[in-house]
């Protein structure tokens, strides 16, 4: 049986023209036939993730460069499977060649919590006598288990545990309501669940107990917001047309707009993948990036009581901001003339599965491009701006992430992160000191201290692949007042600092300097200010990640150390930020 669907999947793969472009995600017939393949030789595993093991850089780069002639990069598919006994693998399988080329255990590690192995613990849970117990004692009457709810999250590092276990922290809470949001009464302590043995290890219970609230709950559904009062209706429609189409082009996953040329990806984790983004300069096809991506995130937060200090979640790398990505739905999540794309995915029993419009690409207007007036004659030119929007929206338990690349007409490349949702919340008591680490922001509703710090991948390819990264700082000119070099005290300029070690290269942002990065082609000069060639790199008005070094959010989260790291790739003398 394995043998034939294998045949039938591979022949299926095969007999699709043409073939897909080395960047694009795999297919579902794709992913069916890495699964078959696994099966036939290792039997009986969860899947955890099958997805595009992306060519390496220096291949891809020759093929880009030459599709005609250099050979097509293999199409391979990166797996990650946990076998009997909660033995994680991770392997590669080359598609074309249909055969698994790595597959390896790989100890003391543990794969992302996907959404199925989030949704099993709330029914443990609420099954387990030592959490029914916990329940009563806070106020909670037995019958009322099914008004229990929890959101598994991953345990992250507790040192009573170690790390060969697949372990989750169930943070509870109660809904009195199936509608009512659960987020008004959250319950004070934290059960430990085991995802390979399905059991409740262990509670964390704090030694101060915090009964549930007797609040009135909070209902942000439609029919609860119209017996409120309803929405505002007071305003007028907008509508959005585009009356002669939209005004990019779609070549499979390769986007077409405003000079600007960009291959659209998806993964797991990251959720879009952006590749070799071009720019065409009156004809002459200009590299930009080779990969931009949202590559992770963390979210610390600032309770330092027990077992608060675990609330720090890797939203992509713990949970996968592909996986957790919502279908979207024209007139809400997006409005005008929309271009879908689907995300393909594996489930834990290895069906493939698919998010519906799980990107979204449209225009928005963007006011004024430029404009000049000449005050003599108040002649006016002004040139209207036009964006072209790439999008995707995850939500991670209470969170929504709205994550927007932004394509502009004068070059510039922006991302802009929207967060909406409901906050992450802990139970307090009647009139309790939060110490400043919280606020009460509902009776009996602790909001406790957090950041949300991203990690944006940059892989530039500014004019070509060997970029130099510059810190810029506004700084005064040297020469006291009255000095023959600084007569006046006027002098200033932008100083531009050399990156030449990873070291060099941890970086942060300094507000005084106003301080960006410059991605630059020293090979290329600009013809007016003989200056590089470059992008400049604006991530500003962040305070430093507050948890203190040392610590356990410190140790783990090692990307948001600094705002800026810059390492070498896998090409001799080429950096990527
Ligand atoms: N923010 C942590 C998280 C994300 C997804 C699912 C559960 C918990």
């Keep these: 049986m394995v043998l034939d669907r294998l045949q039938q999947l591979t022949h299926q793969v095969n007999a699709t023209a043409p073939p897909p472009h080395p960047f694009d995600p795999l297919s579902t017939s794709e992913i069916e036939a890495v699964v078959a393949l696994i099966r036939k030789e290792y039997g009986n595993v969860n899947f955890n993730a099958v997805s595009l093991y992306e060519p390496r850089k220096a291949e891809m780069m020759a093929w880009l460069a030459d ?37 390896q255990h790989t100890p003391g590690v543990q794969p992302l919590i996907t959404m199925e192995d989030l949704q099993e613990v709330e029914h443990i849970v609420r099954k387990d006598p030592k959490v029914i117990e916990q329940c009563e004692i806070i106020g909670i009457p037995k019958e009322d288990m099914h008004k229990v709810y929890c959101d598994p999250w991953t345990i992250g590092y507790d040192e009573r545990f170690g790390t060969d276990v697949r372990l989750q922290q169930a943070l509870m809470y109660y809904r009195p309501h199936v509608d009512d949001s659960q987020y008004t009464f959250p319950l004070d302590f934290c059960p430990i669940y085991n995802a390979e043995t399905k059991q409740i290890i262990h509670i964390d219970i704090p030694p101060v107990r915090r009964p549930l609230s007797k609040a009135a709950p909070n209902n942000y559904h439609p029919e609860s917001v119209e017996k409120e009062g309803g929405y505002r209706n007071d305003l007028k429609p907008i ?30 984790r990251e959720g879009i993948v952006l590749n070799n983004i071009t720019y065409n300069d009156k004809g002459n096809v200009r590299p930009v990036f080779y990969r931009l991506s949202l590559a992770e995130m963390v979210v610390p937060y600032g309770n330092p009581e027990h077992p608060h200090q675990r609330k720090h979640a890797f939203d992509l790398g713990e949970y996968g901001g592909g996986y957790m990505t919502n279908s979207l739905s024209l007139g809400c999540d997006c409005k005008g003339a929309i271009h879908y794309m689907d995300a393909a995915f594996v489930n834990r029993a290895g069906a493939s599965t698919i998010v519906k419009n ?77 110490k400043g680490w919280g606020t009460e922001v509902y009776p009996g ?27 810029v700082d506004a700084v005064r000119g040297p020469g006291e007042v009255g000095s023959a070099e600084n007569k006046y005290g ?16 941890m970086s942060d942002y300094d507000g005084f300097t106003g301080r960006t990065w410059e991605m630059a082609n020293t090979n290329k000069l600009n013809p007016y200010s003989k200056k590089p060639v470059c992008y400049k790199l604006v991530s500003r008005e962040v305070p430093p990640l507050l948890p203190k070094e040392g610590g356990l959010v410190w140790k783990r989260a090692g990307f948001a150390r600094h705002a800026v790291h810059v390492t070498k790739c896998e090409l001799p003398h080429i950096w990527h930020l």
């Excluded at 006027?490 to 290269?505: C, D, Q, V």
């Design 490 to 505: 006027n002098a200033f300029y932008a100083k531009k600092t050399k990156y030449t070690t990873p070291l060099e290269a």
């Design 67 to 103: 599709p005609e002639t250099a050979p097509r990069p293999a199409r391979k598919a990166d797996v990650v499977a946990i076998a009997p006994g909660g033995k994680v693998h991770d392997g590669i399988v080359d598609l074309d060649q249909k055969k698994i080329i790595q597959w």
């Design 239 to 268: 509508n959005i047309t585009q009356p002669e189409g939209v005004s990019f082009k779609m070549d499979g996953r390769i986007i077409d707009w405003q000079n600007w040329n960009i291959h659209v990806g998806f993964n797991y």
């Design 358 to 434: 799980a990107i979204c690409i449209h225009e928005e207007d963007a006011g004024i491009l430029y404009k000049h007036t000449d005050f003599r004659d108040e002649s006016i030119i002004v040139t209207r701006g036009r964006k072209l929007v790439i999008s995707h929206i995850f939500t991670a338990a209470n969170y929504e992430y709205c994550v927007y690349w932004i394509f502009h007409q004068d070059g510039t490349v922006q991302l802009d992160i929207k967060l909406t949702g409901i906050l992450n919340t802990y139970a307090m008591n009647p009139g309790e000191d939060t």
């Design 445 to 471: 509703v602790n909001a406790h201290n957090h950041q949300h710090l991203f990690c944006l991948r940059v892989d530039p390819n500014i004019d070509g692949p060997s970029n130099t990264v510059f810190q």
